[in-house]
Structure formats: structure tokens, C-alpha cells
């Protein structure tokens, strides 16, 4: 195979990847053993961002772009009329050490198409990480996509050489899934990751008992959805996200604004800007609801559906709850600091930590490096330089909306309008 052949492959195969973003490589620590090659802990710039902000590069393909399936938002579908490659087994193994070698990644975060049906691709898919592993002792990162509909023993031992493992649900509600993609079936994204799940907690149990047993996809599961591409509301969105995180232990939901890459009447027109500011809305919430101890029903319900695109979903949600402000810095419980604006998970700590020796006032906090501009709508602290209790909670929203200086307060307008 000559080198252009593998340069166009890599071409076609990578730009088809572009738009999967549950590549964040989180939580895995494999060291290096047996003089093989790599760490897949703590090095790299570019491409992908760790749950903690690290950055890091991942070589991310596609096996392939040939698939059975149309699903109507995808540029892989069967339909489409597009450049279409295959990468060998081998194909990606070599190059994934190249890259390596050269220092230009960290780790391979590989995908595919569905060619002939679920099981040949995903075997595939195991294949290429068990080799990397056992034959080129690679102990970079890895991660590998679960396709929908893989038997159980292939999802087994794909967890055995993969650090982290992801089933991207796509579309968020199945009434959308059967819309754009009826070929598909809700529950073949669910059996995987329930696959994953008890495999997990069966490998660490016996971990516990056997210390030689191997590690299972070290860093857990993922999955992606598309916001945008239905009507579907981010109550619809946060309830399938919750679902996941309870039901199968995920490490992460990803949000990825649909971009519209092609003319369909089921799907927002070309053109239709991506609903950036949403998307990172979601992300916010969904950081809520992970580390801040809120309860995805208390952020959107029936009557407030939507995210507030204009303010943050914490501010949104103290605007809405005044009656539960303003909270005594000095006394309050870590549930309901955590609840404050502008007070986050490590500003919580160091409060407690501080007001066990002192009773804190604004000067106290600010060299704690809390953000007063915010949380002093909402907080007393042993001072009474701020007292304005009177504020509405329009009045509140106005006063910190001046004060902001946010890079997509720009794009608050459009955005509300994608679906019209
Ligand atoms: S099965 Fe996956 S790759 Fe194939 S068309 Fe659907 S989303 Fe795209």
C-alpha cells in the first residue's frame, strides 16, 4: 500500500471523525510496564480536554466510512455521496505508532462505520487495540467506540485493551431516533452499556480478591448526543443524561451542537447557525448536576423546559429560588454554599476550611479569591458593606448582566430562534 493511498485514507477517515467529540480522555491511569511503548497519564498538548482541563492529543479515525445504516444526520450515512475508505487492521496499528513514536499524540480514539453488520465492525474495532497492546505493547491511550448491536463477548473484551469505551446514543429521545434514524433500535445502544457497566463492577470485585486480574476500560464509558437535530427540549436532553449517569455509572455525557452539513426536511435547514451557547449551557448543567448536588428537576421542569440562554443554569436556578437567599457564609451547610453563584466546588472547601478559625467578611473572601460580584447578591459574611436585600430577581439579573463580560452573551439571540 502506497503512502499517498494511506495520507488519503487518513484524510477521509479523520474528517469523517471530526464530528464525534466524546474523545476526552478522563480518568485513566496505565502505566508503563514491560519496556513498552508510552504512558497514557500526564503529557501532550492539542485536540482533546481531560475532565480536569489537561489537554491532550488523540490520533481519532474512522476503521472505516462505509456504512449499512442512513441515519439522517450523519455525513456517513449510506446515502450520502461521499469519498469512501477502509483502513486494515494493520493500516491503523502502524500508524497509530508512527504518530506515537513521533510524538505527535498521546492516544487513539477510533470509530467506524457499520460495514456488513455490528459484530464484524466492532471486531475489528478490538482488534486493532489488542494488538496495539499485546503485540506493540502501546500503553497510550485508548479509546473505542461501542457499535450499537455487539455481542456481549465482543464488548468483554474490548474493555480488556480499550481505556475508555463509548456507546453514542445520538439522538436523545427515541421519537427523534425513529424519525431520523428507523433502521435503529433504542435498545441496541443500551445493552452495550449495560454490558460495560457490569463488567466494570465485576472486574474491580474481583480486582479487590485477585490482584493479577486486568484492568476494565480503566477510564469507563461515554456517550454523545446531538442537541439540535429534533425539537427536543434540554429538560428531554437532562432527564436522558441523568438516566445514563444513574442507570449505567457513566463518566461523561457530551453534548455536541448538530451541525447542519446536510439539506434533509427532517433537520434544521443549512445554514442554521450551531447552537454553540446551548451546548455549553448543557455542559454547565450537567456539571451541576455531577459536582454541585442538584437534581436535573430542579434546573428545568415543565415549566421552564429550556435553559436560560442569557445566564448561567446555577444563576438561573438562585434567580428563581430567592427565598432561599441570601445564605450566611459563616454557618450555611456545604449543600447550600455549593448553591450560591459565583461560589465554586474549591471556593466551598476553602470557606469551611477558613471559617473554622475566623468569621469571614468580604476582605476574607476575596482573598480566598471568591467571586463577589456575584455571590454578594446572595450571601452575609461578617460585614455589612453590602446590603441591598430589597433586589428583585430581575433587578439582580440586570445588575450582573452589566457586569458581564461572556463571549456568547453575543450569540444569546439567534441562538433562541433555531427552531423557530
Ligand atoms: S450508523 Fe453511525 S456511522 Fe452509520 S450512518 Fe448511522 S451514525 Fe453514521
Redesign the pocket.
Known amino acids: 500500500m502506497s503512502f499517498d493511498r494511506i495520507k488519503e485514507k487518513l484524510n477521509i477517515l479523520a474528517d469523517a471523525a471530526k464530528y464525534d467529540v466524546s474523545c476526552s480522555s478522563s480518568g485513566s491511569k496505565r502505566t508503563n510496564k514491560e519496556k513498552g511503548l508510552g504512558n497514557s497519564s500526564g503529557m501532550g498538548i492539542c485536540h482533546s480536554y481531560t475532565e480536569d482541563g489537561r489537554c491532550v492529543s488523540l490520533l481519532k479515525i474512522l476503521m472505516t ?1 462505509h ?5 439522517a ?6 446515502s450520502n455521496d461521499i469519498k469512501r475508505a477502509a483502513f486494515k487492521i494493520q493500516e491503523v496499528v502502524d500508524l497509530t505508532i508512527n504518530f506515537y513514536r513521533r510524538n505527535y499524540i498521546e492516544g487513539l480514539f477510533l470509530s ?3 460495514f456488513k453488520d455490528a459484530d464484524y465492525t466492532m471486531e475489528r474495532l478490538v482488534a486493532v487495540a489488542k494488538k496495539l497492546r499485546l503485540e506493540e505493547k502501546f500503553n497510550g491511550y485508548i479509546h473505542l467506540k461501542s457499535i ?1 448491536g455487539a455481542s456481549d463477548e465482543l464488548m468483554r473484551e474490548a474493555g480488556l485493551y480499550a481505556d475508555r469505551l463509548s456507546v ?1 446514543i ?1 439522538i436523545p429521545t427515541v421519537s427523534g431516533l425513529k424519525l431520523l ?1 428507523p433502521e ?1 433500535d433504542h435498545k441496541d445502544f443500551l445493552k452495550p452499556m449495560a454490558k460495560v457497566k457490569n463488567e466494570i463492577i465485576q472486574y474491580k470485585s474481583e480486582k479487590k480478591i485477585i490482584k493479577s486480574t486486568p484492568k476494565y476500560a480503566p477510564a469507563g464509558q461515554s456517550t454523545q448526543m446531538i442537541v439540535g437535530a429534533t425539537g427536543e427540549t434540554d429538560q428531554q436532553i437532562l432527564l436522558t443524561s441523568a438516566y445514563f449517569y444513574k442507570e449505567f455509572n457513566l463518566k461523561r455525557v457530551y453534548y455536541s451542537g448538530y451541525v447542519p452539513v446536510i439539506a434533509d426536511e427532517r433537520l434544521p435547514k443549512l445554514g442554521t447557525q450551531v447552537p454553540m451557547l446551548r451546548e455549553n449551557r448543557l455542559y454547565q448543567t450537567d456539571w451541576l448536576m455531577r459536582f454541585y448536588g442538584f437534581d436535573v428537576r430542579e434546573i428545568v421542569d415543565k415549566n421552564n423546559p429550556n435553559l436560560d440562554l442569557e445566564v448561567d443554569p446555577k444563576l438561573a436556578w438562585a434567580l428563581r429560588n430567592l427565598h432561599e437567599f441570601p445564605v450566611d457564609i459563616n454557618k450555611a451547610d456545604k449543600f447550600m454554599l455549593l448553591r450560591v453563584p459565583g461560589i465554586g466546588v474549591k471556593s466551598v472547601s476553602k470557606i469551611i476550611q477558613a471559617r473554622r478559625f475566623r468569621k469571614l467578611n468580604w476582605q476574607h473572601l476575596a482573598k480566598l479569591g471568591i467571586a463577589s460580584n456575584r455571590a454578594k447578591y446572595f450571601i452575609t459574611c461578617e460585614s455589612s458593606e453590602f446590603e441591598k436585600r430589597d433586589l428583585t430577581a430581575e433587578q439582580i439579573r440586570g445588575f450582573i448582566l452589566q457586569n458581564s463580560s461572556s463571549k456568547f452573551r453575543k450569540l444569546v439571540s439567534p441562538q433562541l430562534n433555531v427552531f423557530g
Not at 456504512?67 to 441515519?71: E, H, L, N, R
Not at 444526520?73 to 449510506?78: D, F, G, K, N, S
Open positions: 466510512n456504512c449499512i445504516f442512513d441515519c444526520y450523519c455525513v456517513t450515512r449510506r467506524s462505520g457499520i450499537p453514542n445520538e434514524a435503529k
